[in-house]
Structures are given as C-alpha cells and as structure tokens.
C-alpha cells in the first residue's frame, strides 16, 4: 500500500483492512466525547462545492441512489461562491452542447436543478471546518469552536475550486464580465480586432496573452517589474510576437469605463507618473489560488496548495476525493472540471460499494 507523507491511500481492494482497523486509543476517547450531530443520519456522500465538479458529482452520485448532500458555499463570500467561478462569467461559447452559448450563472443554474432533479440536497451554507481522522467524517457549518459536526459522512467529495487573485483596484469588480476578465480562452472570443492589456508577468499572463494575440489587435503586458517570471520559452513566444508589446516596472491602479471597459489608468512604480490607456479590454491573470485552507494539515496539498490526487480522485485519506479547480492548476475549465465530479462520483460510488460488502 503506498505510503504519502504519512498518510495512507488505500486501492479500492484492500478498503477493508483500512475500515476495520482499530482506532487507537486516543481516537477512541474523542469519538467517546463527540456529541450527536445536528443531522443525525450518516450520509453516504457529502460533496463541499458547487461548481462544475461539485454538481456534476451531486448529478452522477444522485443518480446512483446516493442521495448526496452538497454544500454549496454563500453567496457572500467570494471563495465560496455557490455555483463556482462561472457565476462571475458571461456567456460560455465552449461548453459543448450549447452551440449558441449560454450564460455562466444560467448553465450553472441548469446543473443545480439537474442534481435537485435527481434528489441531491442543496444547502446554502460554508462548510467552516472538516475532520477526516475519524469514520464517519465531520463536516462543521457552523462555529468552528463547536465539539459537534453538523454532518457526518462515509465520503466526502472535495470540490472547492480555485480563485482568480484579483488586482483590487476602483473600476474592477464593477466591469468584471464587462471587459475585465480573467480567462481569456472564455473570453478572447469576444475582443476580436480591439486592443487589450493583460496584467502579470508570470506564465498564466503570458499564456493569456499569446492566446488573445490570435484576436485582440493588440495585447500590451503590463507588469509590476521588468523581470518576467514566466519561463524563458514562454517569454521568447511572448517577445517574438509581434501584436505583444509590454509595459514594464508598471501597476493598474484603475479600469475605467461604464458600462464597459474603455481603458486602465496605469502609473509607473519608480516614477510615480500616471498615464490612462484606451483598451476594450482587460485581463488579469496574476495567478490563483485553490480553496484549501479548510483540508490544510488533513489532505495532501501541493506547495501551491492545490490538493494532490489519484489515482483517479482519490485524496491520501480513503473515502475522501476531490475533483475540479481545488486538485487541478493546468487546464481549468467548466468542462474538464465537470468531467473530474463525474470520476469522483464514480469512485466515490464504487468506494461505498467497496464499504458495503465488508
Ligand atoms: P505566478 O507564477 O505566481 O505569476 C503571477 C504574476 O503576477 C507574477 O509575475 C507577479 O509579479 C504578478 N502579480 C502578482 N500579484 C500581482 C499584483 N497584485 N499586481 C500586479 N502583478 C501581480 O502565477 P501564474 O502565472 O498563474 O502561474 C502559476 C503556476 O502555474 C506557475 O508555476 C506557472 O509556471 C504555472 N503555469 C504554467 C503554464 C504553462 O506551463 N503553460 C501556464 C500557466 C501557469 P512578480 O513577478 O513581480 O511576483
């Protein structure tokens, strides 16, 4: 059985002499000292996340009679945006199927009320605290200072995601959708022949701005330093191609227009001068970050943070599996992380399975 870290991932064959063996003696006093949870039953499958991974898994785990709970994030809070990160997205153009497109917030409507459908429950709150050292796991949604889990669960399916760091400037927030954008292969499309700056100097701005190159009139990188971080051959690609012009030692301190982007107020960090320039466009692609804090110490992360898995979507704790954003920093889309729900709603059916006959 492979060893990771400490932990132990267990081959679907081999779950038995996982769930049977003994706890030791401490884990026995703290299950002896847990208090009855709010909701008394068991769950077999509790998904936290409901994005395209989460909602997939509650469609897939749903229809295998699983009746799965997910907890779906508040509406408040920007990294547990129920509905994911297409809820901040306008029309999806590469999502197969639609061949009009569809709008992010309506698509992600359509796979909440397919798992409802199917008799997943949703509840709209913020999963604030996971214990994975005992069977059945915890899962806290209220204070995390409470003894009691609100849930219990004989799996847990991670679907978190990933959130676009922002820059934080006046004119962001208001236009994001509006020609501030973070993902320029949703939305290159729509910038054909309009001239756009991309924001960063790592690989993911570089990536974003050869990408937009092919349909952009022009694409001005402009970064904090004069030094890129991204890798030599993405910057040799970069500076050979002819539409990328770059703007060094140089930060955005505004997106102006209204109702759309008419251009970026920029100010140059060593001279302090300030310059506003005319885009229809502006892309920022400064990195991101997975939503992990709550597994931090639990499952195995990445130095990044992003959770490790597999095989398949298997976590390093048996019976927990993650899928989407949260466990996947290179491709990153609505369809590749819908398509990993349904491989952790399969694995996770399969593990309950595994479970059962023992
Ligand atoms: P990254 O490597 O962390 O780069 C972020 C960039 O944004 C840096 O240049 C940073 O500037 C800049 N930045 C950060 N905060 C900023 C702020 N508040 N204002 C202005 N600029 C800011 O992130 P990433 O490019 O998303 O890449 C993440 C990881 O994925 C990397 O390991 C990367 O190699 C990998 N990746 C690989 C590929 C590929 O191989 N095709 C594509 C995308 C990503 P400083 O340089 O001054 O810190």
Redesign the pocket.
């Known amino acids: 059985m492979p060893e990771e870290q400490g932990r132990t991932i267990a081959p679907l064959d081999s779950l038995s002499e996982v769930l049977s063996a003994p706890l030791d003696a401490e884990q026995r006093t703290e299950a002896a000292e847990r208090r009855p949870p709010r909701d008394q039953a068991v769950r077999d499958v509790v998904i936290v996340g409901s994005g395209p991974a989460g909602l997939t898994a509650a469609i897939y785990t749903a229809r295998a009679d699983l009746q799965p709970l997910v907890i779906e994030g508040e509406p408040s809070s920007t990294s547990d945006q129920p509905g994911g990160q297409l809820m901040l997205t306008t029309e999806v153009e590469n999502f197969p199927g639609f061949v009009q497109g569809v709008m992010g917030p309506e698509l992600m409507g359509s796979f909440r009320a397919q798992a409802e459908r199917f008799g997943a429950q949703i509840i709209t709150e913020r999963a604030t605290r996971v214990d994975l050292s005992h069977r059945p796991f915890g899962i806290w949604t209220g204070p995390v200072e409470s003894d009691t889990p609100t849930y219990l669960a004989r799996s847990i399916i991670v679907a978190t995601g990933a959130r676009s760091?922002m820059?934080?400037v006046p004119g962001e927030d208001r236009l994001l959708g509006h020609g501030v954008s973070t993902c320029a292969t949703c939305d290159g499309f729509f910038f054909r022949g309009q001239p756009i700056v991309v924001?960063?100097?790592?690989?993911?701005?570089l990536?974003e701005a050869i990408f937009l190159s092919k349909f952009a009139s022009s694409v001005l990188i402009i970064?904090?330093?004069k030094?890129?971080?991204?890798?030599k051959i993405?910057q040799d690609r970069a500076l050979s191609n002819p539409k990328i012009a770059f703007r060094w030692d140089s930060?955005?301190t505004e997106v102006l227009g209204d109702p759309k982007v008419s251009g970026v107020r920029v100010q140059d960090v060593h001279t302090g001068e300030v310059d506003d320039i005319a885009v229809d466009g502006c892309f920022v692609?400064?990195?991101?970050a997975p939503n992990t804090t709550l597994f931090t110490g639990q499952l195995d992360m990445e130095e990044?943070g992003y959770l490790v898995t597999g095989p398949g979507t298997r976590t390093n704790v048996s019976g927990v599996f993650a899928c989407g954003d949260v466990q996947d920093?290179?491709y990153r889309q609505a369809i590749t992380a819908a398509g990993s729900g349904c491989m952790a709603a399969i694995d996770a059916e399969r593990y309950l399975e595994a479970l059962a006959e023992h």
């Open positions: 760091l820059l934080g924001v960063g100097g790592g690989d993911s701005a990536e970064h904090r330093r030094e890129l971080r991204a890798s993405m930060v955005v692609a400064i990195g991101h990044s920093h290179v």
